[in-house]
């Protein structure tokens, strides 16, 4: 849920700035021929964010467990009694 609810923002982050921009190029569109075209405008202002979004949104799982990796393995080391070293080992790959 901790890595969950980050990703999600990050989407709906992604969606909220689309729509800022659809506006504006909308506007510009106007401004300048005095129409717009739809597909254009979706693909000129969501392409851009979400394609940055999803670019984005593993670096920030990836940093979101690193942080909490380490609590992870002294939570399961003591709920568990394992070895801290060899969960450390174990689970190294998740680094």
């Given amino acids: 849920m901790m890595i969950i ?17 659809y506006d504006l190029f909308a506007e510009l569109q106007y401004a300048w021929r005095g129409a717009h075209m739809p597909w254009l405008t979706g693909l000129a202002s969501f392409g851009p964010t979400f394609g940055g979004v999803l670019r984005l949104a593993p670096r920030v799982a990836n940093a979101a467990v690193q942080r909490c990796l380490p609590g992870w393995r002294r939570s399961l080391a003591e709920r568990h009694g394992l070895d801290l070293a060899q969960l450390e080992e174990t689970t190294r790959l998740l680094e």
């Fill in 5 to 21: 609810v980050p990703l999600l923002l990050l989407l709906l982050l992604g969606l909220a700035l689309g729509a800022v921009l």
